[in-house]
């Protein structure tokens, strides 16, 4: 089965750090996502990726940047957090179109 | 009008019923389809893809695509009180840059004993 990992489970940040969210996956696929998914407002789209070193921004980018220099791995900054970043963030990743996702076990994020 | 709509519930279903979930579509050029079940606190996980008009089932679950009225179903039979959770519809547009899928806003499903 493919893996998606996500680095942290729960994090705790300060308001104005600079927070990495790590996501590495096993299966070789091309496309790599970051959404965050908060009550009523559903998954929403951060930035994606459908090669390495190529990124394009989501629905909801401001605020954030991603790093992906090696296939497997797609990385989610929040260049100064703030508190209305708090949220539980989502990666996923997926061969192309046809497949689906396959979602990671999710990074529950709290900026104090 | 949203591109992937789903009536956010909940949806009470007794135990043992068929739960009856819908979801509709904007982007008639839509090509894959699929439910993912979320549980509360946890990430989604893909249960279901139908590609092609008609019925497709997987165990206790029937995903059905109708592409002339822009709708995708699932019908979950026998229901468990482990069915509760979120289900959500996502849709591939034949317009999406990259792979990108676009999610409806999830049903949620409560199942009672």
């Known amino acids: 089965d493919v893996k998606v990992t996500q680095s942290s489970r729960y994090l705790v940040k300060r308001t104005g750090e600079k927070v990495f969210l790590e996501c590495v996956q096993d299966m070789d696929h091309e496309n790599m996502f970051w959404y965050r998914q908060d009550p009523g407002l559903g998954l929403r789209l951060i930035y994606f990726s459908y090669d390495v070193k190529m990124k394009e921004k989501g629905d909801i980018p401001e605020g954030y940047s991603v790093s992906r220099e090696k296939k497997e791995r797609f990385s989610l900054i929040l260049e100064s957090a703030s508190t209305n970043q708090t949220s539980m963030y989502l990666c996923?990743?997926?061969?192309?179109?046809?497949?689906?996702?396959?979602f990671g076990s999710g990074t529950r994020l709290t900026v104090v | 009008q949203k591109e992937v709509e789903q009536n956010s519930g909940p949806l009470s279903v007794p135990e043992g019923a068929i739960a009856s979930l819908n979801c509709t579509y904007s982007?008639?050029?839509?090509?894959?389809f699929f439910w993912y079940r979320q549980y509360s606190g946890k990430s989604p996980e893909l249960i279901m893809s139908i590609y092609s008009n008609g019925d497709k089932e997987d165990g206790r679950f029937t995903a059905q695509l109708n592409k002339a009225s822009q709708y995708v179903s699932l019908l979950i039979r026998d229901s468990q009180p482990s069915d509760s959770a979120t289900y959500l519809c996502a849709v591939s547009p034949i317009k999406a840059a990259g792979n990108k899928l676009t999610f409806g806003g999830g049903t949620r499903v409560l199942v009672k004993p």
């Open positions: 982007d008639r050029g839509s090509q894959s």
């Open positions: 996923a990743s997926s061969p192309d179109r046809n497949y689906g996702y396959t």
